[in-house]
Each structure stands twice: as C-alpha cells, then as structure tokens.
C-alpha cells in the first residue's frame, strides 16, 4: 500500500493523565498553534508546528484550519441502538419506562430492514456528534448486531457491540433463551469478534432479566474467547435494586451476582453504578471493572446523582455514557453539561479536564483501548475532530471572551453540541463533515 500522509493545523488538546493521578496541570496537552501528522490511518505525530512544518516532506498536504480545536474521536461507553426512536419517552422511571417504552421499541429489530435503516442513522448521529467508538447494546435479535457491525465496518470504525440476552421478566415476544442466546451470542463472535477494529461485548441485559442458567452462560462465553468484553447494568434505580435482592436472595448483593457468574474482569463494563455500596467499589476496583456515567439518563429517568470522587477514591474505571434512549442526547458534549451539574448537586467541582479526560482517555482505559484510541500520541488511531469555535452566534461570541484554554474547554462543554463538530475523522477518512 502507497503511503498516505496528510496534515492538520489548528490548535490541539488532548488528555494525557487523569487529572485525579497526575493533577489537572500534567492532564493534558495544549498546542495553541498544532499540526497533527496522520499516515495511513495512524497518528504519526503531534506537537507545535513550528516544530514540525520544517521536517514534513515537501509534498505533504497540510490542511489549516482558523478558529478550530482538534481533539482526539469522543468515546461513548454506553448507548443503545435500538432506543434510538424512543429518546425522550415521557414520565416514567427505570422499571415502568422499559415495560411501557423500552420493550416495544426494542421488538421492532426482529426485523432486519428496520435494524439497517436505524443503525445507519444511529451511526450517522454518533459522528456528527464526534463519538467515534462506543460500546452499543444491540437488542435480543442477532441481526440487530449484524447491521450495527456491517454499517460500522463501511466505515472502518472501532466499535464494540453485543447481542442482549434475556430469559425472563420481560414479554415473550423479546426472550431468548439460556442456550438459543449463547448459541447465538457465540455465532456473532465468530463472525465479527476482531474483525478490523470491531469487538464483541457479551450482554446480559441486567441481573433481573436473566436466570442463573443464562448468567451461567454468560460468564461461559467469556472464558472460551480472548478479550471479550462484558457489558450490563447495575444498580441504577433503588427499586431495581430491591428487585435483584428479591431474585438472588443467595448473593450479597447486585454485584455479588454479577461476580458470583464470574462476569467481573478487565473489559466489563458496567452502566450507572449510581446506587453502589461501600464494598462494591473496592471489588469492581480490584477486578479491573469499568462503570459508565450516564447523567443525563440519570437525570432524565430520576435515578440518582452517579457519586464520582467516590469512584476515584476507589481509583475505578470510569468512562461516560449517553445511555440513549434513557439518556437525552447522542452529544458527549451535552452528557459533560449535565454531568457537572451532576456534580453540583453533589457540592463538587467537575474540571473541564476531567471531563475531557472521562469523554476520550478516561473511556479508552474504561475499554482497555488506550493503545488504539482517546489521545492523539503517535503511533495511536487517526480518530480525531476538528471543534468548530464559531458554530453558533453565542458560542462564537462567548469564545471572544475567553483568557484560556480551559474556559474555552468549559464554554465547549456547556454551549456545544453537534453543532460544535465540523468534521469527524476515522482511521484518517473524513466520516462527517457538518
Ligand atoms: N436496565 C436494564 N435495561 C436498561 C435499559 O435499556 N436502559 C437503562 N437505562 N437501564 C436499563
Ligand atoms: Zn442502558
């Protein structure tokens, strides 16, 4: 393959610590007037263009960008394809809103025309809001995985998916059962598990719609393929909550039945955590377990407010999610407003650098990625963004007002939205241009 070079100035900014480690100084790096080197799909190197202009080949095609801010591709460890059509369904909280909403949206996928129609726009909404990975619940059908993958892969997308898997405690008409779901969980595995830059995620829905058979299973899978991902729910409503200890009497709690199936390790990723216990921290901690934060699907279904110093205390894996449809936007940006309102509530501050750190490189650690994608370090994934500063009248002219780059980062997350991206890149390819 001939080499392709091309690249891209602007001023840059990347997470490269999380400033609950290293401090918020040594978090990040900001080039006010950058060059980001891509080649051949990859980052070839970053820095001050004043640094890096002389040394380019002469031939190199050098884009310039005025008013714009390049950041690594947003990660969304959290989100589901089949609520695409049901985002902002009114009234209820978590139990209810899936018996009302949720179910009879998700049975729609039985058919594999509606699942391509809709993955193609659900993956068109990821990029024009510059998530280029997310870890995507798909729903009980296997070919709703089929489609999401197949759009992802025109693409060349890095993206993590898996089929749900429920055998009780929702309508007939959206169960599988313990063996037709590990029967078809494994199929799906053979046929996209690392293939290009896509994974599998084995996905139980959450401890209430699984028996033990199938949690058996579940972990079964896990054991039988090398870096598999697991990704659920736990402890996101109280009743819920209540719920799981009707269910599992035997078990501690929530995440005793999770780990009890032997469903925590490395590449499990866990939805909300809002409701957690002191001892669970610590063992989702000690097992290298994720939790996605999702404030906005906190906030709209009245959950509860995600505690994240105490996740920190715990030095847990913590990335964020947009939980659609129980979340309100596809936007990172807009989840990173709520969040630090989340925050408020709560009497914390929630630094613009964390936040970026929590949508790009908190997320890649989340998913055990952090080689491929989430910074823009050399030798790393060519997903990055290009941030439009003049998307809109009052962002434009907010900016002006802006002393640093940390007011402007604040300012993005707050004002910004799809609007703000001006084009998203994949693996070097342009994959959205507003
Ligand atoms: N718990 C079990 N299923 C779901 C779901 O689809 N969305 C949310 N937010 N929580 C869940
Ligand atoms: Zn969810």
Redesign the pocket.
């Known amino acids: 393959m001939p080499l392709t070079r091309k690249a891209y100035r602007a001023a840059l900014l990347h997470s490269i610590g999380d400033p609950a480690e290293v401090g918020i100084e040594a978090s990040y790096e900001y080039f006010e007037d950058g060059l980001l080197v891509i080649e051949n799909g990859l980052i070839s190197a970053v820095g001050h263009a004043a640094d890096l202009l002389p040394s380019l080949p002469a031939d190199t095609e050098v884009v310039h960008y005025q008013d714009a801010l390049i950041t690594p591709g947003l990660i969304d460890t ?1 989100i ?1 394809l089949p ?1 695409t059509g049901m985002v902002g369904a009114y009234g209820e909280q ?1 139990l209810d ?2 018996n009302t909403y ?1 179910f009879p949206c ?1 049975s729609q996928f039985a058919d594999k025309a509606h699942a391509e129609h809709v993955a193609d726009i659900f993956i068109k909404e990821l990029l024009r809001n510059g998530t280029t990975t997310a870890l995507v ?1 798909a729903s009980v059908h296997p070919k709703s995985v089929d489609a999401f993958f197949e759009a992802a892969q025109k693409l060349d997308l890095r993206m993590i998916a898996g089929k ?1 898997m429920m055998d009780r405690n929702a309508p007939d008409y959206l169960t599988d059962t313990a063996q037709t779901s590990y029967a078809d969980s494994k199929a799906l595995i053979e046929r996209w598990h690392g293939k290009g830059r896509l994974h599998y995620a084995v996905t139980p ?2 401890a ?2 699984s028996t033990p058979e199938q949690l058996t299973l579940a972990g079964q899978l896990l054991g039988e393929y090398p870096d598999l991902y697991l990704q ?2 736990i402890s ?2 109280t009743q ?1 909550v209540e719920w799981v200890k009707e269910l599992f009497p035997e078990r501690s709690g929530y995440l005793d039945v999770y780990d009890h199936y032997k469903l925590l390790g490395e590449r499990s990723v866990f ?2 955590g809002v409701h957690l216990c002191d001892d669970e921290c610590p063992r989702l901690a000690q097992t290298g377990a994720a939790v996605a934060f ?1 404030p906005t ?1 906190n906030l709209f ?1 009245g ?1 509860g407010l995600f505690n994240l110093p105490m996740a920190e205390k715990h030095k847990l894996n913590v990335g964020l999610g947009t ?1 659609v ?3 309100t936007s596809f936007s990172l940006l807009q989840t990173l407003n709520e969040a630090y309102k989340v925050m408020q509530l709560q009497g914390v501050r929630l630094s613009p650098f964390k936040s970026l750190y929590l949508a790009t490189l908190g997320g890649a650690r989340a998913l055990r990625l952090e080689d491929r994608i989430g910074t823009l370090q050399p030798g790393t994934d060519a997903d990055f963004l290009v941030l439009d500063y003049n998307a809109t009248p009052l962002l434009s002219y907010r900016l002006k007002q802006s002393k640093d780059i940390a007011e402007t980062l604040f300012v993005l997350m707050t004002l910004g939205d799809d609007r703000v991206v001006l084009q998203t890149y994949a693996a070097g390819r342009l994959v959205h241009q507003r």
């Open positions: 959290h589901h609520q978590l809103w899936l949720t998700e619940f749900v829905r959450f209430p719609t659920t729910h996101e409503n819920e939805a909300h999702c699907s279904l959950s939980d449809g129980g979340g």
